[in-house]
């Protein structure tokens, strides 16, 4: 026994012996190779071989140790590509041979051995190249049309390789994870606005209740509508190919009209559809639209319903649409290539602020309902840089059309040179639209966007995407109870993991025993936040379009009414007077979705406690009203007016229009320019709660107006005219419109802002004024539309093709009528939200964290 035991301690000591010695000669293997591979991806780091990964990437595809198509697959490649510094060495083609008496390449097809041949592993233009290198080095890219370039080259090499497609089903890698997300605190105590007054009027002229007449006519025109396009039928034969969009919009419409079958029927429907994925021929994702539209709709049937289907279909969608969001700055990507084998991008270079929050309401209440942070931290992150960005621009908190998603602030050649982009650590090198290696400074903010600084100009105009801004900013500032998204305290805004708790600093403050605990509170319950507020960011914005593009038209009514005109600046600096001098030139246009900005105004006036914003709004409104009148409830999407001079007596006078155009007065001479400057400083907002930042060193921004901007921005000689004194392109066109686009009938601007007005101030004339344009727009659909027998169809008059209905007009226009003539008490601006294409969303003081 005691041999046995003997022997087997010495068969033990052996066995030890040799694993150690495994481990040992294990571990040495593997760090040689690891150090071999870590060596080789630094080198594709500094454009020279791919990645060595065998990870599998999002296209379900592992990245192979052969170099793909473009590099060379010799396997010395380790001894034949090192100089003496150990420094890595293009990889040349076959055909190539080192001299090691010269150092050069030699390409013996090549006669001229001086020149060295191209270096295929830096061919950008090569899709094999810009794929590997693309997990690298982001896309920079101005827009969807070069972006579909983009994609037509990969295309092509996964033709040529004869790759499948990705599946549907598939995990997604990040590029730019989210190390820390940022959490909504677990509950928002409602704080009372300055005057602790509602948003909603408390009382109502005419009760507030319901005018069953008018509902009747309404939910007989919605029924009228659905059948004559069979919504739900036409959604369900393309169940399979398409989503439902008009059906999902049309939900909640559905359910405040009480139309349990038909609701119950398209929830049915839905349920059966995966949202995490679109259609597969949705080659790019238009993730604005589909966030207003499908997510808006989704989730505010939810809010009315409490049926859990629409919510998991909500977070569906949502979860696609957050890949939208994985670029470097963590700005989506607003027509997103989702299949794409070129998945590291930048946002792009020519993107548009209002699109960009698109789903700002929708994510801050999925953030409440499901306790999960990934939502809210998209948003928070949008309106920090927004709000950093408030001066970027020509106007100070005013946003252009147009703008830079990116933030890059390139290196020149000569920066590059001096080696400034290595000692810059915000800096990421970038592949742009050349196909060109970049230097990308990361500024943190939004920039000019690369069209406009190509033409030396921003554009601003009051469309629903700009609008959509500032609405939106009182609208979250209402959805979380009066507290400010920008100036949330660090209990609010503390980095957490997903899925852990966000401890609330601030009341934990107010019970510790311990003073000098509470005093190290007390020092980090703010976190450094952009100065700028949401009331100041709201106000400042708001009076900049009151100051300078509000303006009269001439038109042929005796009332004067108040129009939005676009506009465009040009700056230069002046560094004598350390003055940015900025060209204002009016459009004097009229865009017919600036008549929903009164709702704005309206709404503002009652978040931020600004009284006199609901006169203003209230002026809109009427001008919009009266508009609507000048066309029998047709509005040109998009016409141009003269301005009135004197502002007293705007009425057209047709004969000195005529004499002005024969005498070239529209023929705008570049001498204007130097004529009557007016000077207006950027602090032209006087308004009281507006306190500016006094800073010696802050370049003064000065706005000038030029005696030719009270001019048309159209050039018209005497020729515009015809012998008849009418237009002499389309004499049927009235002669006070100088342009005139398309029209349309249906569309949701004027009763949006009309549904405003009286849910806030509780007069019934706005029922009244409403009546007469609902009257007016069904005559005119009769008109449009009559059939055979005295039938007649409901369509849009801007449709040139089949009478189809578009989606606004069920989620919309027809929604707005029914609540403006449905209970007052019913659906109130204080219990819900009413997002951008008019989805509810509730409001709440807690985070439900609700689990399905």
Same mark, same amino acid.
């Given at each position: ?165 990705? *599946? ?139 049926? =859990? ?214 020092? =980090? ?60 030139? *009016? ?39 009266? +508009? ?11 016409? +141009? ?212």
């Amino acid at each position: 026994m005691i041999i046995l035991k003997r022997n087997l301690r010495g068969i033990i000591r052996k066995i030890q012996s040799v694993l150690l010695l495994v481990v040992t000669i294990s571990l040495l293997f593997y760090y040689t190779f690891q150090n071999e591979i870590n060596m080789l991806n630094s080198y594709a780091e500094n454009e020279y071989v791919p990645s060595i990964n065998t990870v599998i990437s999002s296209d379900n595809t592992a990245d192979s140790l052969v170099n793909p198509p473009g590099f060379n697959n010799n396997k010395n490649h380790n001894n034949q590509n090192e100089n003496i510094n150990g420094l890595p060495r293009p990889f040349g083609d076959k055909n190539k041979i080192h001299d090691s008496s010269s150092d050069n390449p030699i390409n013996n097809n090549n006669p001229n051995n001086n020149i060295p041949p191209k270096d295929p592993s830096k061919d950008l233009s090569d899709p094999a190249v810009l794929k590997v290198k693309n997990k690298y080095f982001p896309l920079l890219l101005p827009n969807i049309s070069v972006a579909f370039d983009f994609e037509t080259k990969a295309q092509k090499l996964n033709n040529e390789a004869h790759l499948a497609p990705p *599946p549907q089903a598939q995990a997604v890698r990040e590029n730019h994870p989210v190390l820390y997300e940022v959490s909504l605190p677990s509950s928002f105590n409602i704080l009372e606005n300055e005057n602790e007054n509602l948003i909603q009027a408390t009382y109502f002229e005419d009760g507030g209740k319901q005018q069953i007449d008018m509902l009747a006519d309404i939910k007989a025109i919605f029924l009228k509508s659905w059948n004559q396009e069979n919504i739900y039928a036409r959604a369900k034969s393309r169940l399979e190919v398409d989503w439902p969009i008009t059906l999902i919009e049309s939900l909640d419409t559905l359910f405040i009209l009480d139309n349990q079958e038909e609701f119950v029927k398209a929830v049915d429907l839905i349920g059966e559809i995966n949202f995490s994925i679109p259609p597969e021929h949705y080659k790019v994702a238009d993730i604005a639209d589909m966030s207003r539209r499908v997510l808006g709709g989704l989730l505010s049937s939810y809010e009315l319903s409490q049926n =859990t289907i629409l919510l998991e279909k909500a977070k569906q969608l949502a979860s696609f649409l957050l890949r939208a969001f994985d670029t470097p700055n963590r700005m989506p990507i607003l027509h997103f290539f989702w299949q794409s084998t070129l998945k590291n991008r930048f946002p792009y270079q020519n993107s548009n602020l209002g699109q960009l929050n698109s789903m700002s309401l929708e994510f801050t209440r999925l953030a409440q309902l499901t306790g999960q942070s990934k939502y809210f931290d998209a948003i928070y992150r949008i309106y920090k840089i927004m709000a950093d960005s408030s001066k970027e621009f020509d106007i100070d908190y005013l946003f252009p059309i147009n703008i830079d998603a990116t933030g890059c602030q390139l290196f020149s050649s000569e920066e590059i040179s001096l080696g400034d982009h290595v000692r810059d650590s915000q800096v990421m090198k970038s592949i742009n639209e050349d196909l060109k290696f970049v230097q990308c400074h990361q500024t943190g903010k939004f920039k000019i966007g690369k069209d406009d600084k190509l033409d030396g100009k921003e554009t601003f105009s009051m469309d629903r995407d700009t609008i959509s801004i500032y609405d939106t900013l009182a609208k979250l500032r209402h959805l979380l109870n009066n507290h400010d998204l920008l100036q949330l305290s660090e209990s609010s805004l503390k980095a957490s993991q997903p899925g852990e708790e966000t401890i609330n600093v601030k009341e934990d403050s107010k019970t510790s025993d311990n003073n000098e605990d509470e005093k190290e509170l007390e020092k =980090t319950k703010k976190i450094k936040q952009p100065w700028v507020t949401s009331k100041q960011l709201f106000v400042s914005a708001l009076e900049s379009v009151r100051e300078l593009m509000f303006y009269t038209p001439m038109t042929p009514l005796y009332d004067n009414l108040t129009f939005i005109s676009s506009l465009d600046t040009r700056s230069w600096f002046i560094p004598t007077t350390n003055e940015m001098s900025i060209d204002v030139s *009016p459009h004097y246009d009229m865009n017919i979705e600036s008549c929903s900005l009164a709702s704005t105004f309206a709404f503002g006036s009652k978040v931020f406690n600004i009284s006199e914003y609901i006169k203003i709004a209230e002026n809109l409104t009427i001008s919009c009203i009266k +508009y609507n009148s000048l066309f029998s409830g047709i509005l040109p999407k998009h016409s +141009y007016y003269d301005p009135c001079l004197d502002g007293s007596s705007c009425m057209f006078d047709s004969v000195s229009k005529i004499n002005n155009i024969k005498q070239g007065y529209y023929l705008r001479n570049e001498m204007d320019s130097s004529d009557s400057v007016i000077k207006v400083s950027q602090n032209l907002n006087k308004h009281p709660i507006l306190e500016k930042e006094n800073d010696n060193n802050m370049i003064t921004k000065v706005l000038n107006f030029k005696s030719h901007s009270k001019k048309s921005i159209l050039q018209m000689p005497p020729g515009f005219i015809n012998e008849n004194g009418e237009w002499s392109d389309n004499p049927e066109q009235p002669l006070w419109i100088n342009q005139l686009d398309s029209s349309l009938l249906l569309s949701p601007y004027t009763i949006q802002s009309i549904f405003y007005m009286y849910r806030i101030t509780g007069e019934k004339k706005w029922r009244s004024l409403g009546k007469s344009l609902f009257n007016m727009i069904i005559a005119r659909l009769q008109k449009e539309g009559e059939g055979a027998k005295q039938t007649w169809v409901i369509k849009e008059v801007d449709n040139n093709g089949p009478a189809i209905i578009p989606s606004y007009w069920f989620s919309q226009t027809l929604k707005y009528y029914l609540l403006l003539f449905g209970n007052g008490l019913d659906y109130t601006l204080d219990k819900y939200v009413f997002t951008t294409n008019g989805h509810l969303i509730k409001r709440t003081n807690t985070i439900q964290g609700t689990t399905i």
